[in-house]
RNA sequence: GCCACCGUAGCUCAGCUGGUAGAGCAGCUGAUUUGUAAUCAGCGGGUCGGGGGUUCGAAUCCCUUCGGUGGCUCCA
C-alpha cells in the first residue's frame, strides 16, 4: 500500500494515513460521500442534504427530494462522479463563525444543515469546499477528489431524518469506496457469497423451511430435513444440559393476563405482546417469556439454600408482536422458541454461575463451530424495574465474571433489558459476520415481584438472585445463522442425510440396498439412489443437495464386496470395505465434524 | 409501522408502448443400463398474489388489500 498518496488535510496540517487503517479508510469514503453529495446537486439543483458518512462498510448520504431516486439512476450519479474526480478538485477546509455557517446554509437553502448547526456548541465550525460544492463538516478529507479509485453505488432506502421515526423519511443511497479496482471487485464478490449463502434461499433449495403467506408471516414451518437437523440440536442441548447440572421443563403457550401484570410484562414489555384472548370470561395472554413458569416451579415448594442454584431450563416456544417491516426469514420471526434456562441461586453464587454459563454457552458454540466472538455488557435502559442499588449489584456482579475469565468485553450503554444488565455474546461466522444470539441477564426484580425466597442456614426467609440465559438465543435464528455460516454444507452430525448410497447399473440395486441396510443399521441418516441414470447425474444431485458423502458400486464393488467413498468436497477415499467406511461416518459423527 | 422496489407454472425467470401466456430446471411416461457436477424423446402443469375500477378488450393502466426484498426505527 502507497501510503503517500492517502494523505488527509487537518487543520493542524498534513498527516498521511494508509487506507487500510480504520481511519485512513474512514476517511476516504467520508470523501466519496462528498462526491456523491455534490453529483446530485449537480444533477438535481433542488436537493437538500442531510448528512453523509463513513460506514464499516462504505458510506451513505441521506437527502430530502420530492421525486424518488430509481435504481437507474445511480449509473447517472456514478457518472456525474466520475467527472468530479477527474477535475481532482482539492478539498478546501474553511473556517468560520457558527453564525456565518448558518447564514451560508440559509441563503443556499439547506434546512437540514442550519438544523444541525443549531446544535452545534462550538463558536467556529468548519466546512469543506470541492471545487462549487460545500459542505457543512468537520472533516477530515483527502486532498483532493482524484485521490478515489474505485467506488460503487449500492443502494436506495428510506431513512428517517435524525433516525427518528416521527421525522420525515429521507432518501438514502449507500455506496462503497476502496483503494483500488481490485479491492472493490473483492468486495462485491464478498456481497455475492453473501447472496448465495442466504438461509432464505439456501432454506427453499434443501428443503429445510418455509414460511407461509397462508400461515402468517414470522411464523416459521420446519420441514423434514430442517426438522430433522433440530432434533439433533435438540438433544444434544439437552444432553449437555442435564450433564450440566439442569433440570428441563416444559411450560405452556399461554398463562392468565394478571400473570403478565405481576411480572412487570405487561407494563414494560406490552409492545411486543399480543391481545389477551378471552376464555370463559377470564383474559389470557400468548407467553412472550418463558419465566414466570419457571418462577412458579420453584415457588412449587419451600426452597432450602442447600439446594441452590437450582437451574431450569427449557426449549420454550415464545411469540412476539414484531412490526411487520422488521422480519427477516429465520432472522427475525413472530414465533420462536428458545434455548431458555433461569438459574435461582444466592447472592454470594453469582459470580461463579455466571462464569459457569460463560463457559457452557462457549462450549455450545464451539461444537457449531463458532470460535471467533464478541462480548458486550449491556446497562440499564431508560425504562427499568427494580432498585438503582439491584442494578448496581447486578451490573458489577457481570462485569466481575467476565474479568474472572479474562474475557474482554465492550459496554452498551443503556442495552439492557427492562429486567437487569445482561452480557450478550456476538459470534463470528466462516466468513466473519457478527450474529447475536447468546445472552446471559441478572435479574434482582422478578424474584421479588413474585416473592420467591429460600430457607437459609439461619433458618430464616432470604430472596434468591435470578439469572436468565439463553445460549443459542432461539432455535429459529440459530438455525438460520448456521446455514449461512455453513453455506448450507452441515457437518455430517447435522446432516439431514449423512451419506447416499448409487448404483452403476441395474443390476447392482440390490448390493447398494444391503450396504445403505447396514449402515442405517449402525443409526446413520443414509438414502438410496438406485434411479436408472447416469453417475455423473446423480452425483451432481447430490452434491446439489449437500450430502457429505456419496457412496457407489459398480461391478467392481460387488465383485470385491466394497463400496466406493467420495466425499461432497470432491475426495475421493476410493474402494473401501462396508466396515472401513462405516468407521469413517462413524468417526465423523462422534466427533460432530 | 415508515420510504422505495417487487409479486407470472413446484423453482429461476421472459412477456416492448393494453389484443386473453412462454422458456429452462423440477415432475410424469417411454427409450437408454450408464463409473463420479446435467442421456434423449414425449406429456401434464398457470383464476399472471387477492379485490375493485378504466376499456370493446387488462399479466400489462389506475385504486385498494395481502405478502416479499432493501433500508430506517426496534430486537432472540
Not at 436537493?47 to 421525486?67: C, H, M, N, Q, R
Not at 434461499?201 to 416459521?220: A, M, Q
Not at 438410496?528 to 450430502?547: F, H, M, P, T
Request: aromatic share 10%.
Amino acid at each position: 500500500m502507497t501510503s503517500a498518496t492517502r494523505d488527509k488535510v487537518t487543520s493542524e496540517g498534513t498527516k498521511i494515513l494508509p487506507f487500510s487503517s480504520g481511519e485512513g479508510r474512514e476517511i476516504y469514503r467520508h470523501s466519496a460521500a462528498h462526491i456523491m453529495a455534490h453529483a446530485l446537486k449537480k444533477l438535481y439543483p433542488d436537493v437538500k442534504l442531510a448528512i453523509g458518512p463513513a460506514t464499516s462498510e462504505g458510506f451513505y448520504y441521506d437527502f430530502d427530494y420530492d421525486t424518488n431516486f430509481t435504481q437507474d439512476e445511480l449509473i447517472r450519479i456514478e457518472e456525474k462522479m466520475r467527472e468530479i474526480i477527474k477535475a481532482d478538485n482539492p478539498f478546501i477546509r474553511k473556517e468560520l463563525t457558527r453564525q456565518e455557517a448558518m447564514e451560508l446554509f440559509r441563503h443556499a437553502g439547506e434546512p437540514y444543515k442550519v438544523e444541525l448547526l443549531d446544535e452545534i456548541q462550538d463558536e467556529i465550525v468548519s466546512i469543506y469546499q470541492e471545487g462549487d460544492f460545500v459542505d457543512l463538516c468537520r472533516g477530515p478529507h483527502l486532498p483532493s477528489t482524484g485521490r478515489i479509485k474505485a467506488f460503487k453505488l449500492l443502494s436506495i432506502a428510506g431513512a428517517y431524518w435524525r433516525g427518528d421515526e416521527r421525522n420525515k423519511m429521507l432518501q438514502r443511497i449507500y455506496g462503497t469506496a476502496f483503494d483500488s479496482k481490485d479491492e472493490l471487485n473483492e468486495y462485491l464478490n464478498y456481497l455475492e457469497e453473501i447472496k448465495k449463502r442466504d438461509h432464505r434461499r439456501l432454506g427453499k433449495e434443501l428443503d429445510l423451511f418455509s414460511i407461509s403467506d397462508d400461515i402468517g408471516p414470522g411464523l416459521v414451518l420446519w420441514h423434514p430435513r430442517g426438522a430433522i437437523i433440530r432434533k439433533t440440536i435438540e438433544d444434544f442441548w439437552r444432553d449437555e444440559h442435564y450433564k450440566a447440572g439442569y433440570h428441563l421443563l416444559f411450560t405452556p403457550h399461554i398463562a392468565r393476563l394478571d400473570l403478565w401484570k405481576k411480572s412487570g410484562h405487561w407494563d414494560f414489555y406490552r409492545e411486543n405482546m399480543y391481545s389477551p384472548v378471552d376464555v370463559e370470561g377470564q383474559e389470557y395472554e400468548i407467553k412472550p417469556m418463558n419465566c414466570p413458569f419457571h418462577i412458579h416451579i420453584y415457588k412449587s415448594h419451600l426452597r432450602s439454600y442447600k439446594e441452590l442454584p437450582i437451574r431450569f431450563a427449557e426449549l420454550g416456544t415464545v411469540y412476539r408482536y414484531e412490526r411487520s417491516g422488521v422480519l427477516h426469514g429465520l432472522l427475525r420471526v413472530r414465533g420462536f422458541t428458545q434455548d431458555d434456562a433461569h438459574i435461582f441461586c444466592r447472592e454470594e453464587q453469582i459470580e461463579d454461575e455466571i462464569q459457569r454459563v460463560l463457559d457452557f454457552t462457549l462450549f455450545i458454540l464451539r461444537t457449531f463451530g463458532f470460535d471467533r466472538y464478541d462480548i458486550y455488557l449491556s446497562t440499564r435502559p431508560e425504562k427499568y424495574v427494580g432498585t438503582l442499588d439491584g442494578w448496581e449489584r447486578a451490573t458489577s456482579a457481570l462485569k466481575q465474571s467476565l474479568e474472572a475469565k479474562g474475557l474482554l468485553h465492550n459496554i452498551k450503554p443503556g442495552e439492557g433489558a427492562f429486567y437487569g444488565p445482561k452480557i450478550d455474546i456476538e459470534i463470528k461466522d466462516s466468513i466473519n459476520r457478527a450474529w447475536q444470539c447468546s445472552t446471559i441477564q441478572v435479574d434482582f426484580s422478578i424474584p421479588e415481584r413474585f416473592d420467591i425466597t429460600y430457607r437459609g442456614s439461619d433458618g430464616k426467609e432470604h430472596r434468591p438472585i435470578m439469572i436468565h440465559r439463553a445460549l443459542m438465543g432461539s432455535l429459529e435464528r440459530f438455525f438460520g445463522v448456521l446455514i449461512e455460516h455453513y453455506s448450507g454444507s452441515f457437518p455430517l452430525w447435522l446432516s439431514p442425510v449423512q451419506a447416499v448410497v448409487f448404483s452403476i447399473a441395474e443390476r447392482h440395486a440390490g448390493y447398494v440396498s444391503s450396504v445403505a441396510m447396514k449402515l442405517r443399521d449402525e443409526g446413520l441418516r443414509v438414502e438410496l439412489n438406485v434411479d436408472n441414470e447416469k453417475i455423473g447425474y446423480k452425483v451432481r444431485q447430490a452434491i446439489a443437495s449437500r450430502i457429505p458423502y456419496i457412496l457407489v458400486a459398480g461391478d467392481k464393488e460387488v465383485e470385491d464386496n466394497t463400496i466406493n467413498v467420495r466425499r461432497r468436497d470432491g475426495t475421493n477415499l476410493g474402494a473401501l470395505s462396508i466396515q472401513e467406511t462405516s468407521s469413517i461416518l462413524m468417526d465423523d459423527l462422534k466427533n460432530r465434524r
